[in-house]
């Protein structure tokens, strides 16, 4: 990929990003195997956090200082496409809307007000 001159010198900092991200990809696993609406909170940090991703690789993308395409072309569209379909469920759960699918069963939603849910 030849981004080799323009990594940190100390590779910690590469160390702890992957630390980062598997912590995350474990939350959302988490949360994914439990009750949505009780982990709304953490989704919206999960959301947020795709934001702050894609919106610093559309930066850099912008400014033309990236070590590689891939990290804005291939990882940064990504996360921007999850922080729309996160934000789209959060907007769901907002809602109240009662039921809705899921790859794996149908879940019921109880009514709730804008207050409850923040």
């Known amino acids: 990929m030849n981004i080799s001159d323009k990594l940190p010198a100390f590779g910690g900092y590469l160390t702890l990003l992957g630390a980062f991200v598997l912590v995350i990809g474990i939350a959302y696993a988490l949360i994914a195997r439990g009750e949505l609406l009780r982990n709304a909170d ?3 940090v999960g959301t947020l956090y795709k934001l702050a991703y894609s919106g610093t690789a559309f930066y ?7 070590p590689h395409i891939a990290f804005a072309a291939l ?6 496409v999850f922080f729309r379909l ?7 759960f ?3 809307t009662h ?10 939603v109880p009514s709730r007000t804008r207050n409850d849910f923040w």
């Open 75 to 80: 990882f940064g569209v990504a996360d921007a």
């Open 60 to 66: 850099y993308w912008s400014q033309g200082n990236l």
């Open 86 to 92: 996160d934000g789209g469920m959060l907007l769901v």
């Open 42 to 44: 953490l989704i919206l």
């Open 99 to 108: 039921k809705f699918e899921t790859g794996r069963r149908r879940l019921s």
């Open 94 to 96: 907002e809602a109240g």
